[in-house]
T-cell receptor, first 109, second 115 residues
Framework: GQQVMQIPQYQHVQEGEDFTTYCNSS?????IQWYKQRPGGHPVFLIQ?????EVKKQKRLTFQFGEAKKNSSLHITATQTTDVGTYFC?????????FGTGTSLTVIP | DAGITQSPRHKVTETGTPVTLRCHQT?????MYWYRQDPGHGLRLIHY???????DKGEVSDGYSVSRSKTEDFLLTLESATSSQTSVYFC??????????????FGQGTRLTVV
């Protein structure tokens, strides 16, 4: 299919620990987007990466796009309970969105 | 929330019955989407629409049909619900910004249980 694969599927961390989720594609991506879904909520757009090797930061969140544009990562430094949720990557082609399988993050206080 | 409303928010139905989920948007977006969300599968595209009466299949369209008779409404129908269609269904629209980023905005979701 056209989905991108994400690992891990689940991650439990102690509050204050770091967290990383990885997104992998077998084909070159024109861009990669990241969304966050809080428990019981709906996915919300976080960011889009376009350039090879691009790195963007949003406070404690660091997003990277691989040099070959086939993978991406989201790293959260010093997790907080507000980071709980499921993180999705997505490839966007025009007006189509193909989402990854998601990583569910649990933060233990 | 991009003016997206899904109804109903929760539904329990019996196997073999027809079910229609409604997505309503108030901001005249051209593109609308139906996704289903299941553990281990993420969000999978069922059908999408690129205008009134213009629809196309997504990755998991079997067992589903859609209609869009007005810009603001996109309906998803399960002709004969099966237990495998128990899921959370999300409607979405896309918004293109001057920066070139096309962002997906989602409705609140409909939790459907087929018993």
């Amino acid at each position: 299919g056209q989905q991108v694969m994400q690992i891990p599927q689940y991650q439990h961390v102690q509050e204050g620990e770091d967290f990383t989720t990885y997104c992998n594609s077998s084909t070159t991506l024109s861009n990669i987007q990241w969304y966050k879904q809080r428990p019981g909520g709906h996915p919300v757009f976080l960011i889009q990466l376009v350039k090879s090797g691009e790195v963007k930061k949003q406070k404690r969140l660091t997003f990277q796009f691989g040099e070959a544009k086939k993978n991406s990562s989201l790293h959260i430094t010093a997790t907080q309970t507000t980071d709980v949720g499921t993180y999705f990557c997505a490839r966007n082609t025009g007006n189509q969105f193909y989402f990854g399988t998601g990583t569910s993050l649990t933060v233990i206080p | 929330d991009a003016g997206i409303t899904q109804s109903p928010r929760h539904k329990v139905t019996e196997t073999g019955t027809p079910v229609t989920l409604r997505c309503h948007q108030t901001e005249n977006h051209r593109y609308m989407y139906w996704y289903r969300q299941d553990p281990g599968h993420g969000l999978r595209l069922i059908h999408y629409s690129y205008g009134v009466k213009d629809t196309d299949k997504g990755e998991v369209s079997d067992g589903y049909s859609v209609s869009r008779s007005k810009t603001e409404d996109f309906l998803l129908t399960l002709e004969s619900a099966t237990s495998s269609q128990t899921s959370v269904y999300f409607c979405a629209i896309s918004e293109l910004y001057p920066s070139g980023v096309t962002e997906a905005f989602f409705g609140q979701g409909t939790r459907l249980t087929v018993v």
